[in-house]
């Protein structure tokens, strides 16, 4: 971002294009992830359906599970297991900011990010 003002950046985050908001629902990598890849990797990707994370931030931290959903829109993550529960007693998944995530096992399906996952590791 160029400004330092936040409520240019939060305006800016706001009404940026969908391929930007892609990569501003990144979670950093943990540690063991980080150094399979031998440290080349990123330290930040963007989170993926299929991602197992680790809650690192808020009234969840510590729980892990796998990623439901991610809404580019909101910049949000559904992560399964982790749910609240409304005032008729009717759980809803409880949206996650992508930032407050941890990325402790990549979901592999994809042979295009596996594909760049295994040419950074060489």
């Known amino acids: 971002m160029t400004s330092t003002q936040p409520r240019v950046q939060r305006k800016r985050a706001a009404h940026a294009p969908l391929h930007v908001k892609r990569i501003l629902t990144s979670s950093h990598l943990a540690e063991e992830v980080h150094a399979k890849a031998k440290g080349r990797l990123p330290r930040a990707l963007p989170v993926r359906k299929g991602d197992t994370v680790r809650v690192m931030r808020g009234g969840f931290r510590g729980r892990e599970g796998k990623v439901v959903s991610v809404d580019r829109v909101h910049g949000t993550v559904v992560v399964e297991g982790i749910t609240i529960e409304k005032v008729d007693e009717k759980k809803v998944p409880r949206p996650l900011h992508a930032s407050n995530l ?6 592999d399906t994809d042979a295009w990010r596996r594909r760049k996952f295994e040419e950074r590791a060489e």
């Open 102 to 107: 941890l990325i402790i096992r990549m979901d």
